[in-house]
């Protein structure tokens, strides 16, 4: 990767942005954590790799908005996904009991 530009850089970076959004909506967690993890090595690479004005270009902050849209619409899909964990996990130990008063003790008059 020594060779590419900025631009490369941030093309693959975009690639593996959008293909996460891709697998994210497949639910394939495995395959998103392995680009996030393929993406955040990218990022280090871009981060030691001069910018020849490249992200103030016309192209590259037209890239970059496709990249903070996508990357918005990834944090949005796990921030539902956790909260529909939330409420799974609430559920569960609702009917498990956890954090309620035994059975035992409970009035059944109403």
Known sequence: MADKTAKDLWQDYRF??????????????????????QRERLQVIIDQTADDGFKVSTVGRSLLIEIKEDS????QNM??????????QQVSDAYSGYGTEPVSRMSWNR
Not at 72 to 75: D, L, P, S, Y
Not at 79 to 88: A, D, G
């Open 72 to 75: 918005r619409a990834i944090i």
């Open 79 to 88: 921030q539902l996904r956790l909260n529909s964990s939330k409420r799974q």
């Open 16 to 37: 593996l942005t959008k293909e996460m959004v891709k697998f994210l909506a497949k639910q394939d967690m495995k395959l998103f954590y392995d680009l996030m993890s």
